[in-house]
């Protein structure tokens, strides 16, 4: 005898049934993206995409070298961005929560204006109007925009945490960057990750604009790869390598947030306390009550 199909507030538990339902629509989903794969494969045969003449590049050393080279030159741009980026977004966020209001008013008018420019525009504004350098001109725009983003992602996260944490810290006559780098920045800290991981993963994905200013980065070197035309201009194949690559990198990133988030749950600073269970209190000298 099956137990009883529980309910939800929001929803009833599925039944026998539906779940065979389901089962089915996964299965038909699987087959279309399986019969997808195969027509997508199928083409890439037939247009000799496998051909060996397109694939012998990767096989020299200099075109390895070029890609290593690229690769190198992604992470730096993004490791250059993402420092500058949180830090820039922490300065703009604490602007944001400043009780004076012209600083504030000056941090939302910056936020809001590099949040609203094309992350394309500002490298080239940088790079032709200043005449900067193709790495300085990429790592500042992308400064730009990503710390414009985290500023604001940094201000909710701090603004989730509950307002009674708040008012107890004041209580305890802490001042106000006492309250926010002892309580607030921590408890927020949480709610903020995902987004500062997902933001990024942006950054490290925009670091491939650079090849548009000649900085020589991965995306570049794969672009100097698929142009040669002496191996039948192998475009498929430099994408076929260079993707897995980007994904796996941005997978790594969100991997990282992942483990810093279960070693926060395990600290010392973040673990639960049990509190011993009230007890009555000793009599009052004097107190004749029973």
Request: glycine residues 8%.
């Amino acid at each position: 005898m099956t137990a009883p199909a529980t309910t939800s507030a929001l929803y009833d538990v599925p039944g026998p049934h539906t779940r065979r339902r389901h089962r089915m629509y996964a299965l038909a989903g699987t087959a279309v993206l399986l019969v997808l794969l195969g027509w997508i494969v199928y083409l890439l045969i037939h247009t000799g995409q496998f051909a060996y003449r397109k694939w012998m590049p990767f096989e020299y050393k200099g075109i390895q070298e070029l890609l290593l080279n690229g690769l190198a030159g992604t992470l730096k741009a993004f490791g250059m961005a993402a420092v500058l980026s949180l830090a820039l977004g922490g300065v703009l966020a604490a602007g944001r929560l400043s009780e004076h209001r012209p600083l504030r008013w000056v941090a939302t008018l910056v936020v809001e204006f590099f949040r609203a420019m094309p992350v394309l525009v500002m490298i080239f504004f940088v790079f032709v109007a200043l005449r900067v350098q193709p790495l300085p001109a990429l790592v500042t725009g992308l400064t730009l925009y990503n710390g414009s983003v985290l500023a604001e992602v940094f201000r909710a996260g701090v603004n989730s945490v509950d307002r009674g944490q708040r008012e107890a810290a004041y209580s305890l006559g802490l001042r106000k960057t006492q309250v926010m780098m002892s309580v607030l920045v921590p408890q927020g800290v949480r709610a903020m990750l995902p987004a500062i991981i997902s933001q990024l993963v942006v950054a490290l994905k925009d670091t491939s604009l650079g090849f548009l200013i000649t900085y020589e980065e991965f995306l570049h070197a794969g672009k100097l790869i698929a142009s040669n035309l002496d191996y039948d201009l192998p475009f498929i194949p430099v994408v076929m390598v260079i993707s897995p690559i980007y994904i796996g990198m941005c997978m790594l990133l969100s991997w990282f947030a992942n483990w810093v988030a279960k070693r926060e749950r395990r600290s010392v600073k973040t673990r639960q306390v049990e509190v011993a269970a009230a007890e009555p209190a000793a009599p009052m000298p004097g107190d004749t009550r029973d």
